[in-house]
Every structure is written in structure tokens, then in C-alpha cells.
């Protein structure tokens, strides 16, 4: 999983180094990266649900995941491009 943040920074200033990147093994909490600030308590919430949301995708009925209508729409659009894009080019 990896995870980012992208950011302006003001006009007509010079653009940040990249920050270098930071790995974690499997058993390392993301609270204990201090650049990702309050983000790390979602990474890590989200991360201890896993398992269980693994268990519970294996165990429906449907076929893939159901995204919100609203909230996750980015996420649906940007896979259906991507497919299309994808199929295009396989095409060809």
C-alpha cells in the first residue's frame, strides 16, 4: 500500500524537495511515522480492518465491491477510464 500527499505550494516559490520514502513491514503501525501526521490513525484503522473486510468480500454473493454513489464516483470513474483505456490500446 502506499500512501502520499500532494499539496500546492505558493506561486512563484520554488517547488519542495520530494520527501524520501518511507518503508514499513508488515507489523509497523503507521502512527509511528511522524510525516504523516493524523493520516497514520486512519492507515492504521483502516489497515486493522482488513482482514476481516477480505473475509467478508470472499464470503458475498456479488462480484466485486460496491462503491458509494457519491464519495468514492473518482474512484469508479477513474477504473472505467482506465478500462477503456486499456481495451483500446489492447486492441490495437
Do not use: C
Not at 519542495?16 to 492504521?44: E, F, N, Q, R, Y
Not at 454473493?61 to 458509494?68: E, I, R
Amino acid at each position: 500500500m502506499e500512501v502520499g500527499y500532494i499539496m500546492r505550494h505558493p506561486k512563484g516559490t520554488p517547488k519542495p524537495a520530494p520527501k524520501p520514502m518511507t518503508l514499513l513491514d508488515i507489523h509497523t503501525p503507521w502512527s509511528s511515522v511522524p510525516s504523516l501526521g493524523g493520516l497514520a490513525v486512519v492507515l492504521d484503522q483502516d489497515t486493522s480492518n482488513m482482514a476481516a473486510v477480505h473475509d467478508g468480500l470472499k464470503a458475498s454473493f456479488k462480484n466485486g465491491v460496491t462503491l458509494s454513489s457519491y464519495q468514492e464516483k473518482r474512484i469508479r470513474h477513474f477504473h472505467q477510464t482506465l478500462d477503456d483505456h486499456v481495451a483500446r490500446f489492447s486492441n490495437e
